[in-house]
C-alpha cells in the first residue's frame, strides 16, 4: 500500500514563501512521476508541477519562475516563492506507479494580508 503525507501548508502573507514536503512510504525514485495539484473551492483539481523518473520537471505557466519541485529519496518537495492570493488552494502531492495513482490528504495554503 503506498502512503502519500504532505505538510508544510499554513498562512503566508503575499509575496511570502512556503516549502510543502511530501513523505513516501516507498522510495520517491521508484515513481514513474511525482506531482504536486491544488484545488481551491468550486474549482477543479489542477497541476502546478510535476517531475519525473528521469528528473525533467513541468510547471504550470502560473507558477513558472515562482515554484520548485525537487525530490530526493524520502520526498517530493515544492518550494514556493513569490506567493500570490489567487495561490491559496488544498495541494496535493500525486505519486504515478505502475499506471496507479496515489494521492495525499492534502495540506491547505493560504496566502492572505
Known amino acids: 500500500q503506498v502512503q502519500l503525507v504532505e505538510s508544510g501548508g499554513g498562512l503566508v502573507q503575499p509575496g511570502g514563501s512556503l516549502k510543502l514536503s511530501c513523505a513516501a512510504s516507498r522510495s520517491i525514485y521508484s515513481f514513474d512521476a511525482m506531482g504536486w495539484y491544488r484545488q481551491a473551492p468550486g474549482k477543479q483539481r489542477e497541476l502546478v508541477a510535476d517531475?519525473?523518473?528521469?528528473?525533467s520537471a513541468n510547471y504550470a505557466d502560473f507558477v513558472k519562475g515562482r515554484f520548485t519541485i525537487s525530490r530526493d529519496n524520502g520526498a517530493v518537495y515544492l518550494q514556493m516563492n513569490s506567493l500570490k492570493p489567487e495561490d491559496t488552494s488544498v495541494y496535493y502531492c500525486n505519486g504515478l506507479l505502475f499506471s496507479q495513482s496515489y494521492w495525499g490528504q492534502g495540506t491547505q495554503v493560504t496566502v492572505s494580508s
Open positions: 517531475i519525473r523518473r528521469s528528473s
